[in-house]
């Protein structure tokens, strides 16, 4: 019985499910037709197109993926009044450019997800990413005095920091040694 109940036979259960919810909610009817077509396609996806196995090393935490949610939402929020108030204001466009962040995140997933969290922030678009170094280059829509660079810079760092508490342990983490440090 533990066989059938391990870790990837309950992920590609939750899978299935999530892509039937998407099926219905992309067809916008709730039907029996709806469900079984889209746990057809779902199962069909999940197991005849499979994707490669993510190494995962790090641990899920819930009440910082609660506080990560919770901050994204009003950074994403914020931003898309900012990029609103840029397009209806009567001065010129603002100025805007490309800036480089490092990065301390050690999973491939989490960066992956980091990453895709700055391009939901309306302003902002990841141009390229260097994982060797862990550098981000974004660009930003406002970048017309400091104070608007070193919010964003903030903002990143907060974003950083929440995504290591929601998804890194610590203690897996690998120390970042003088020498690199000053390299990078």
């Known amino acids: 019985m533990s066989r059938l ?4 036979n309950v992920l590609r ?14 067809w916008g009817d709730l039907t029996f037709a709806n469900v079984a077509g889209g746990f057809v396609v779902a199962l069909v996806v999940v197991f005849a197109l499979p994707l490669p196995n993510v190494p995962v090393a790090g641990r899920f ?3 910082s993926f609660i506080q990560l949610v919770a901050v994204s939402t009003y950074y994403a929020l914020e931003s898309s009044l900012q990029v609103a108030w840029f397009a209806i204001r009567p001065s010129g466009p603002p100025v805007s450019g490309v800036l480089r962040v490092h990065l301390s995140i050690q999973s491939d ?3 992956v997800i980091c990453t895709n969290l700055l391009n939901l922030i309306p302003g902002t678009m990841v141009l390229e990413l260097d994982r060797p170094r862990c550098v981000v ?3 930003v829509l406002d970048m017309g005095s400091d104070e608007a660079v ?5 903002t990143t760092r907060r974003l950083e920091h929440l995504m290591i508490n929601a ?3 610590p203690s897996e ?8 440090e000053a390299q990078s």
């Open 5 to 8: 109940v391990n870790r990837d």
């Open 13 to 26: 259960l939750g899978v299935v499910a999530w892509l039937t919810a998407v099926w219905v909610a992309l």
């Open 61 to 63: 935490h819930p009440l």
């Open 109 to 111: 997933l989490v960066l």
């Open 137 to 139: 280059y974004v660009h």
């Open 150 to 154: 070193e919010k964003f810079y903030r």
């Open 167 to 169: 998804f890194e342990r």
């Open 173 to 180: 983490r690998r120390r970042v040694r003088p020498t690199e």
